[in-house]
Each structure stands twice: as structure tokens, then as C-alpha cells.
């Protein structure tokens, strides 16, 4: 199983970025997928996750506005549109999968991708 994020980089404070995750070695629609993201010394912290089977979203409260998960079961891939992005939006992202209950919890997620950075300057 893999799962390869990508879309990271530098953004001005504004801004929007889309970031995607595909997987392989697994069918994304069986699993809840999730973004998290992680600063350095910090633990990883949930951003919004799509379940499984055509499921509902759920966001961290603090981004449901600005973020939207969404998926594309034909490429395998899910992806996280972000805008209005703020310094505080500055972190690594990680995308994960699990068939665990707990999706807010990173604990749950059996299967992780690399992370992207994103960095957004004031």
C-alpha cells in the first residue's frame, strides 16, 4: 500500500492550494480518508477526513470554511482544496487511510503518505 501526496508549496497569505493523494495497492472508496498536518514538535493535528462508500465529510470546526476534501474514484486519489490560507495553515500535510471508527484520531489510520509542505508568508 502507498499513498504519494503532493501539491505543497509556498503561497502568499490568501492564497489557495489544492493538494492530492493517490493511492496504490489499495481502493481509496473502501477506506475513510484523511488530511492531517503536523508542525515540528507538535503532534498531528486533523484537518478533514471523507468516509468511506460515498460518506459525509467532517472537518476540523476552525478550517470547514476554507477547506474541502474531496475524492475521485477513478484516479484513485483524494484530494484537500484550500483557500484563504493563513501563516497558522503552515505545516506538513499527510494523507491517510483507515476502515478504523475514530477519524478524527490519528491513532486510527493504518496507512500514511510521505507528507507535502505547505508554507504561506504574510
Known amino acids: 500500500v502507498q499513498l504519494q501526496a503532493s501539491g505543497g508549496g509556498s503561497v502568499q497569505a490568501g492564497g489557495s492550494l489544492r493538494l492530492s493523494c493517490t493511492a496504490s495497492?489499495?481502493?481509496?472508496?473502501?477506506?475513510?480518508m484523511a488530511w492531517f498536518r503536523q508542525i515540528p514538535g507538535e503532534e498531528r493535528e486533523f484537518v478533514a477526513a471523507l468516509l468511506r462508500n460515498g460518506g459525509n465529510e467532517v472537518y476540523k470546526d476552525s478550517l470547514k470554511d476554507r477547506f474541502t476534501i474531496s475524492r475521485d474514484n477513478a484516479k484513485n486519489t483524494v484530494y484537500v482544496q484550500m483557500s484563504s490560507l493563513k501563516p497558522d495553515d503552515t505545516a506538513t500535510y499527510y494523507c491517510a487511510a483507515t476502515k478504523g471508527s475514530w477519524v478524527r484520531l490519528a491513532s486510527t489510520y493504518e496507512h500514511w503518505g510521505q507528507g507535502t509542505q505547505v508554507t504561506v508568508s504574510s
Open positions: 495497492g489499495l481502493t481509496l472508496n473502501a477506506y475513510h
